[in-house]
């Protein structure tokens, strides 16, 4: 894949994970370490390299494993499982206490109905345009998962509902460094 096909894609946004790990190890992937573009990107089903502690990059921004929701997707949850008294989500949002209460309602809704037991799974906020929490079970930091098996029964439950779980940019991070530049040594000579 040449240079010049990789700028279109990063510009469509369709870049997928196979593609930028497919780059050679150079400058070039900081492209794709910029928060702009990590935010507006669609969630990886598999996560690039460049976003995992390596040599390369010992701390880059933290990614999160799991479903991602948008506001109106939680409190449309909440009205369809009769958790709140209100009919739409304009309405809830009218009321943002009411809006609030119905979200939290929701999530935890959701952990009963997909029987996820304790620590299993957080509720993060995502700094990404196709979700704003995502329902997580682990991070790009994670060596490895408690319960694999348990949590991986309850990833296909939830899957049913949702459709495959992605990797999103969480929101816990500083959103002031706008960028996460791999720092490569030049060669000698």
């Given at each position: 894949?040449?240079?010049?096909?990789?700028?279109?894609?990063?510009?469509?946004?369709?870049?997928?994970?196979?593609?930028?790990?497919?780059?050679?190890?150079?400058?070039?992937?900081?492209?794709?370490?910029?928060?702009?573009?990590?935010?507006?990107?669609?969630?990886?089903?598999?996560?690039?390299?460049?976003?995992?502690p390596s040599q390369y990059n010992r701390h880059p921004p933290?990614?999160?494993?799991?479903?991602?929701?948008?506001?109106?997707?939680?409190?449309?949850y909440a009205i369809d499982e009769s958790l709140t008294d209100f009919k739409s989500c304009k309405q809830l949002w009218d009321d943002p206490t009411a809006a609030g209460e119905a979200a939290a309602e929701a999530l935890d809704h959701m952990k009963a109905k997909y029987k996820v037991g304790r620590r299993m799974m957080t509720i993060e906020r995502a700094a990404s345009l196709h979700a704003n929490v995502v329902l997580a079970f682990w991070d790009n930091y994670a060596t490895s998962v408690p319960n694999y098996e348990q949590v991986n029964d309850v990833i296909d439950t939830i899957e049913v509902d949702y459709g495959p779980p992605a990797w999103y940019l969480a929101n816990t991070q500083d959103l002031h460094q706008r960028d996460y530049d791999l720092k490569f040594s030049k060669k000698a000579g």
């Open positions: 894949m040449s240079v010049q096909d990789i700028t279109q894609k990063m510009q469509n946004l369709n870049l997928a994970a196979e593609d930028i790990n497919k780059l050679p190890v150079s400058e070039e992937l900081n492209n794709f370490l910029s928060l702009d573009y990590m935010i507006s990107h669609k969630p990886w089903e598999d996560l690039p390299w460049i976003y995992l933290l990614f999160v494993y799991g479903f991602g929701l948008t506001h109106d997707e939680v409190l449309q």
